[in-house]
């Protein structure tokens, strides 16, 4: 039998609409949450991302403004611009568009924007808030992974979730946030031995690699959630995931497309997460 779809579109929609109204609310007492982005260097995928997530506030009611820095600019040059955002009371959420140039060290570029505004969860307080159960604001793929199984009613407590692939901005949140809602966890890596051997004892498999379609059918347990986090480029232009959706959709009860599946819940969470910080900011202003 055929998985059912996990539709992100459906349910970022559906969020999104929820959201609204909460960012309606707050423009009736006249705060327009405000998100700033700030990109650096000339990579093109990070334009289109920039560009969607522009898009994505207006259709919402979000002010937002971009900070374009050439390629060579300096790290000491964003840090100053990110210090006059983190005093700018219009803005709420400030996000880095990753990746930096190389001379750029990570770590210290997050870590220069005011928690509170730290709509992207990447700064080294909130990724701590997060593993001690005490989240600020959660990373937007996998809020949006959680949003999708919630909505979905699947459940999460007692069930084994495997997490492949580690990064900060994927993996590693993903898996505590599976494991803050009651689940065992493992995660898998390319060092992993025996991949197949993880991945079939998953009841909830997440897959965050950028390896195009390497998860197959016989990589999975018969009736496991899978979510495909990967989007890749292939050679004759279409998208794909890391999973491969026509084979794994005859062995899994849900799959998420590519596209249409993670990826729409992604930008979704963060306009969440920026509305979040402007009730919050409002909060803290009527406590005074
Ligand atoms: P990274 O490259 O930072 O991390 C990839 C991870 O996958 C690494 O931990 C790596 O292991 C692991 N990995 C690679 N190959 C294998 C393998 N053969 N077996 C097991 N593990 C493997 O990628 P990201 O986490 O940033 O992104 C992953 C994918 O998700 C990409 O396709 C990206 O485009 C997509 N993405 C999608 C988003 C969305 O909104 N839908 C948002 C963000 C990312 P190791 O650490 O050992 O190298």
Redesign the pocket.
């Known amino acids: 039998m055929s998985a059912q779809i996990l539709d992100g579109k459906k349910i970022a929609e559906l969020v999104r609409s929820e959201w609204k109204a909460r960012a309606d609310k707050l423009a009736q007492s006249g705060i327009k949450p405000g998100l700033a982005v700030i990109i650096v260097g000339n990579n093109a995928a990070s334009a289109i991302y920039v560009r969607n997530k522009i898009k994505a506030c207006s259709d919402i009611g979000i002010y937002s403004e971009v900070h374009s820095f050439p390629e060579h600019a300096t790290q000491d040059e964003v840090l100053d611009c990110i210090q006059s955002l983190n005093e700018n009371s219009h803005i709420h959420g400030i996000l880095v568009q990753l990746p930096l140039p190389a001379h750029f060290e990570n770590n210290c570029v997050i870590t220069s924007i005011a928690s509170e505004k730290d709509v992207d969860g990447f700064h080294l307080y909130n990724v701590g808030a997060l593993v001690t159960g005490n989240t600020v604001f959660s990373p ?2 996998p809020y ?1 992974v959680m949003v999708m199984l919630e909505r979905n009613h699947i459940p999460i407590e007692g069930q084994h979730g495997v997490v ?8 590693k949140p993903m898996a505590f946030m599976l494991l803050e809602q009651g689940a065992t966890v493992t995660i ?5 031995a025996d ?1 197949s051997q993880f991945t079939r004892s998953a009841d909830i498999l997440v897959v ?4 195009p379609r ?1 998860i197959t059918a016989k990589m999975v347990k018969p009736g496991a959630v899978v979510v495909d ?4 480029r292939l050679p004759d232009g279409r998208l794909c995931g ?1 999973v491969d959706f026509e084979s794994v959709k005859e062995v899994a009860s849900y799959i998420t497309p590519v596209p249409g ?3 729409p ?3 979704t969470m963060l306009l969440c997460n920026t509305i979040l910080a402007a009730e919050r900011a409002q909060a803290s202003v009527k406590q005074f």
């Open positions: 937007c793929t949006g492949v692939g580690r990064s900060n901005i994927v993996g898998c890596t390319s060092k992993t991949l965050a690699t950028g390896k390497m986090v990967g989007i890749n890391d599946g993670v990826g819940m992604t930008i």
